[in-house]
T-cell receptor, first 111, second 114 residues
């Protein structure tokens, strides 16, 4: 069966450091992978999409890598700030616009 | 105004009751989705609709039904609520034009079944 695993532990980091989150998957061949941010009591908000033929994508302080051989994506937040504290969700997508989500990793950035 | 709205935001109901959660969007998107979120399990797809006449079951549709009344409205019903349907429910939309694949989520409905 399909499985999507994100860091099982919450991530606590110091302001200014880089947070690195992992998303591993099995029994799945996604056409693309997305990362969403979710704040407590709110719906997820889209951050980045990376397609199966892309290795890396950047957006401001965010960087995503996608290795279809390892079946893994890494999500980096550089120069982290307390405002980056949230839960980050990995989602694998198909060309029929359906997404399968991981359980998320909670990041706390200490000032 | 929010592009994707959900009503109610919070709901407490009793076992066996029928309830409806409503979702409206002003984004003009053709595709709409219902998810539930449980701690540690992530978002799971209940139903999705690619247009008004196209409704499909997701991975956990048992005990739920949906209605796409118009392109902008997608309702989720629990025919006879049970305690393990206590969860956070999200509606989402996406636009098939341009193959952007981004989903836009509503604020969620917190449901408690006693």
């Amino acid at each position: 069966s399909q499985k999507i695993e994100q860091n099982s532990e919450a991530l606590n980091i110091q302001e200014g450091k880089t947070a690195t989150l992992t998303c591993n998957y099995t029994n799945y061949s996604p056409a693309y992978l997305q990362w969403y941010r979710q704040d407590p009591g709110r719906g997820p908000v889209f951050l980045l999409l990376i397609r199966e033929n892309e290795k890396e994508k950047r957006k401001e302080r965010l960087k995503v890598t996608f290795d279809t051989t390892l079946k893994q994506s890494l999500f980096h937040i550089t120069a982290s700030q307390p405002a980056d504290s949230a839960t980050y969700l990995c989602a694998l997508g198909s060309n029929d616009y359906k997404l399968s989500f991981g359980a998320g990793t909670t990041v706390t950035v200490r000032a | 105004d929010a592009d994707v709205t959900q009503t109610p935001r919070n709901r407490i109901t009793k076992t066996g009751k029928r309830i409806m959660l409503e979702c409206s969007q002003t984004k003009g998107h053709d595709r709409m989705y219902w998810y539930r979120q449980d701690p540690g399990l992530g978002l799971r797809l209940i139903y999705y609709s690619f247009d008004v006449k196209d409704i499909n079951k997701g991975e956990i549709s048992d005990g739920y039904s949906v209605s796409r009344q118009a392109q902008a409205k997608f309702s989720l019903s629990l025919e006879s609520a049970i305690p393990n349907q206590t969860a956070l429910y999200f509606c989402a939309t996406s636009d098939s034009r341009g193959r952007k694949f981004t989903q836009y989520f509503g604020p969620g409905t917190r449901l408690l079944v006693l």
